[in-house]
């Protein structure tokens, strides 16, 4: 500290350098039955700090995962009694609106923060969130921020919650139609993954969940993506095993990228994991979210792998390899929205990479591929490759 004060004081200005580090850590477990009262996984996590002590809980509940698992409060409950001398419910599970609904009203937050201050509930009390990515993002946020922070335990119900968004490290809701204005950085105390929840959504959930493990291998891990092909008929016809597995490698790359990637809270220009993720953003607000965020998402690899192929990074034919996995697992990679054009004659999807670089600010950052397993990434995307891109798509996609 001294010989920083020396290094700079000039004239009447000291100027100190504050600096520390902060170590994270979370489990992130996966299992099945996590609400069955002998499964020890929730209540040995939850009291894993502080063994001998009964641990207070406010738990909300996903409002259509309750629609197919309607005794699921009931469980909950059930649990906590079995587990009485580390476990106390300050309320019955409470149940909150699920997908973007929870995200869109800041009404829903402070209910929720309401709740929090009416029960109590100090720095050392959980919070338990059940549910899709929305209402994890939504409850994180309550979490994150009520008493400048709350233990959160996640369990995420859908594909994409337990192989991506639950796992992370973020929260957000959305403000005035921009979505995840409003959030924050802040790791869980514990994430639970169990598989018993993703069994009971719709195949095309299923299905749409898969496309980040698809993205993930791409940039990241041949050998994963080399599974994918093999197993793509299981994943298909949602084989338990393979599911698990998918979810499980899906979520471990996720995990490293945050701890090994070097900037866990994104304060860079370059989002790594969001290879396809320019175009799917734009391609999800331009068709209204009919396509849910994994089909976007979908399109945008077959978009980006297609184009890195234009561009010389990639290999001729893995783009045809790519495109052939994505739809084997049941995408369809084709969608109006992508010949959508301005006024001015542009694509529209266009306008997804400025906001794409507006989101983090600082230099467009775009990741594509240069094998299948390994991204790159650029600074710039030629128009031209991208018009000859979504043309191929077009192509493909007749008969
Ligand atoms: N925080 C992050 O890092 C991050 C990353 C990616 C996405 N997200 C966010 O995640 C959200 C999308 O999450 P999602 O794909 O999990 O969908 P979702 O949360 O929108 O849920 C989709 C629907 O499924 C229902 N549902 C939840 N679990 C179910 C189950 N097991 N069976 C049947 N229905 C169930 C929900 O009620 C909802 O109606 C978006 O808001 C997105 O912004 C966050
Ligand atoms: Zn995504």
């Given at each position: 500290?001294?010989?920083?004060?020396?290094?700079?004081?000039?004239?009447?200005?000291?100027?100190?350098?504050?600096?520390?580090?902060?170590?994270?850590?979370?489990?992130?477990?996966?299992?099945?039955?996590v609400f069955?009262?002998?499964n020890p996984a929730l209540v040995s996590t939850i009291?894993?700090?502080?063994?001998?002590?009964?641990?207070?809980?406010?738990?909300?509940?996903?409002?259509?995962?309750?629609?197919?698992?309607?005794?699921?409060?009931?469980?909950?409950?059930?649990y906590?009694?079995?587990?009485?001398?580390?476990?106390?419910?300050?309320?019955?599970?409470?149940?909150?609106?699920?997908?973007?609904?929870?995200?869109?009203?800041?009404?829903?937050?402070?209910?929720?923060?309401?709740?929090?201050?009416?029960?109590?509930?100090?720095?050392?009390?959980?919070?338990?969130?059940?549910?899709?990515?929305?209402?994890?993002?939504?409850?994180?946020?309550?979490?994150?921020?009520?008493?400048?922070?709350?233990?959160?335990v996640?369990?995420?119900?859908?594909?994409?919650?337990?192989?991506?968004?639950?796992?992370?490290?973020?929260?957000?809701?959305?403000?005035?139609?921009?979505?995840?204005?409003?959030?924050?950085?802040?790791?869980?105390?514990?994430?639970l993954?169990?598989?018993?929840?993703?069994?009971?959504?719709?195949?095309?959930?299923?299905?749409?969940?898969?496309?980040?493990?698809?993205?993930?291998?791409?940039?990241?891990?041949?050998?994963?993506?080399?599974?994918?092909?093999?197993?793509?008929?299981?994943?298909?016809?949602?084989?338990?095993?393979?599911?698990?597995?998918?979810?499980?490698?899906?979520?471990?790359?996720?995990?490293?990228?945050?701890?090994?990637?070097?900037?866990?809270?994104?304060?860079?220009?370059?989002?790594?994991?969001?290879?396809?993720?320019?175009?799917?953003?734009?391609?999800?607000?331009?068709?209204?979210?009919?396509?849910?965020?994994?089909?976007?998402?979908?399109?945008?690899?077959?978009?980006?792998?297609?184009?890195?192929?234009?561009?010389?990074?990639?290999?001729?034919?893995?783009?045809?390899?790519?495109?052939?996995?994505?739809?084997?697992?049941?995408?369809?990679?084709?969608?109006?929205?992508?010949?959508?054009?301005?006024?001015?004659?542009?694509?529209?999807?266009?306008?997804?990479?400025?906001?794409?670089?507006?989101?983090?600010?600082?230099?467009?950052?775009?990741?594509?591929?240069?094998?299948?397993?390994?991204?790159?990434?650029?600074?710039?995307?030629?128009?031209?490759?991208?018009?000859?891109?979504?043309?191929?798509?077009?192509?493909?996609?007749?008969?």
């Amino acid at each position: 500290m001294a010989e920083i004060e020396r290094a700079t004081r000039a004239a009447e200005t000291i100027c100190y350098l504050q600096r520390f580090t902060v170590a994270y850590e979370y489990p992130v477990v996966f299992t099945r039955g996590v609400f069955r009262p002998d499964n020890p996984a929730l209540v040995s996590t939850i009291s894993r700090l502080e063994p001998d002590r009964r641990h207070r809980c406010l738990v909300f509940v996903d409002e259509g995962l309750l629609r197919v698992r309607p005794g699921l409060s009931e469980e909950i409950r059930a649990y906590v009694a079995e587990h009485r001398d580390r476990l106390e419910l300050v309320a019955p599970p409470l149940t909150v609106p699920g997908g973007e609904k929870i995200k869109n009203d800041l009404f829903h937050i402070e209910w929720m923060m309401g709740l929090v201050f009416d029960h109590r509930l100090d720095r050392h009390s959980f919070i338990v969130a059940v549910g899709g990515g929305a209402v994890l993002d939504a409850v994180g946020l309550v979490a994150a921020t009520s008493h400048r922070g709350i233990r959160l335990v996640r369990v995420p119900t859908t594909v994409l919650a337990q192989n991506d968004s639950g796992v992370g490290v973020k929260n957000a809701v959305n403000l005035r139609g921009s979505k995840n204005f409003v959030g924050t950085f802040a790791p869980p105390f514990a994430v639970l993954n169990d598989l018993d929840f993703v069994e009971l959504l719709p195949p095309r959930d299923k299905i749409a969940g898969m496309a980040e493990a698809v993205k993930v291998a791409l940039i990241r891990d041949g050998a994963f993506f080399a599974w994918l092909e093999r197993n793509a008929e299981a994943l298909a016809t949602f084989d338990p095993e393979a599911m698990a597995y998918m979810i499980r490698r899906c979520a471990e790359l996720h995990m490293q990228q945050i701890a090994r990637g070097g900037d866990p809270f994104e304060t860079g220009s370059a989002r790594p994991l969001d290879f396809g993720h320019w175009a799917a953003h734009k391609l999800e607000s331009l068709t209204r979210h009919h396509l849910r965020h994994g089909e976007a998402v979908a399109i945008g690899i077959a978009l980006d792998t297609r184009y890195s192929v234009l561009a010389g990074l990639l290999a001729p034919g893995a783009d045809e390899r790519v495109c052939a996995l994505l739809e084997l697992l049941g995408f369809r990679l084709w969608n109006p929205a992508l010949q959508a054009r301005l006024p001015d004659g542009s694509l529209a999807i266009l306008q997804g990479l400025a906001e794409f670089r507006e989101h983090l600010g600082g230099e467009l950052t775009i990741t594509l591929l240069a094998d299948l397993g390994r991204g790159v990434e650029v600074h710039a995307m030629d128009t031209r490759l991208i018009e000859e891109a979504v043309s191929w798509l077009a192509e493909r996609e007749r008969p």
